[in-house]
T-cell receptor
Framework: DAKTTQPPSMDCAEGRAANLPCNHS???????VYWYRQIHSQGPQYIIH???NNETNEMASLIITEDRKSSTLILPHATLRDTAVYYC????????????FGTGTSLTVIP | DVKVTQSSRYLVKRTGEKVFLECVQD?????MFWYRQDPGLGLRLIYF???????EKGDIPEGYSVSREKKERFSLILESASTNQTSMYLC?????????FGSGTRLTVV
């Protein structure tokens, strides 16, 4: 599985868009980009995933660059409840044994 | 939505005790996983199971065993609990999109 690089921490003002970057320069053609988040003392929660097109759901948007070497998770209007650790993972979809979560980005939404 | 339920949120056990952590999922998924999470180390896979009575070791299986007698239930067993097994334990079931996790069990071994 391709390795990912994320900043260890970020702050965002409440109500503003939170843009969380992820570098995955060694991603291969059949690997998807997944995002999960973990709110303190809970299990990680699936947010969104994509292959090469931008994706949007009720939680977030995922923007993947054309060369697929990086992506950005966008929370359009961050709330205090979005304070969490966000994990970017790349791997082949629907196969394999496990996801490697790494240490993620700790996002703090500031009132 | 898939639900993964872990039987306890908090447990305190004594060194040397046999400890059972239970996990149940309600969507008939074949793949289930046990992770532990420690500060600075992220999530580490202990064991996983592809089907009933099937199990595979993950990255850190020492000191643990598992049981999968029914498809919906995956149990993690600490044969003789030690203080270095104090951790957050997370169970997951694999869905079409990836994992659904339980809320976790914070185990303290004293």
């Amino acid at each position: 599985d391709a390795k990912t690089t994320q900043p260890p921490s970020m702050d965002c003002a409440e109500g503003r868009a939170a843009n969380l970057p992820c570098n995955h320069s060694t991603i291969s053609g059949n690997e998807y980009v997944y995002w999960y988040r973990q709110i303190h003392s809970q299990g990680p929660q699936y947010i969104i995933h994509g292959l090469k097109n931008n994706e949007t759901n009720e939680m977030a948007s995922l923007i993947i660059t054309e060369d697929r070497k990086s992506s950005t998770l966008i929370l359009p209007h961050a709330t205090l409840r979005d304070t969490a650790v966000y994990y970017c993972i790349v791997r082949v979809a629907y196969t394999g044994n496990q996801f490697y979560f790494g240490t993620g980005t700790s996002l703090t939404v500031i009132p | 939505d898939v639900k993964v339920t872990q039987s306890s949120r908090y447990l305190v056990k004594r060194t040397g005790e046999k400890v059972f952590l239970e996990c149940v999922q309600d969507m008939d998924h074949e793949n289930m996983f046990w992770y532990r999470q420690d500060p600075g180390l992220g999530l580490r896979l202990i064991y996983f199971s592809y089907d009933v009575k099937m199990k595979e070791k993950g990255d850190i299986p020492e000191g643990y065993s598992v049981s999968r007698e029914k498809k919906e239930r995956f149990s993690l067993i600490l044969e003789s609990a030690s203080t270095n097994q104090t951790s957050m334990y997370l169970c997951a079931s694999r869905t079409f999109y990836g994992y659904t996790f339980g809320s976790g069990t914070r185990l303290t071994v004293v």
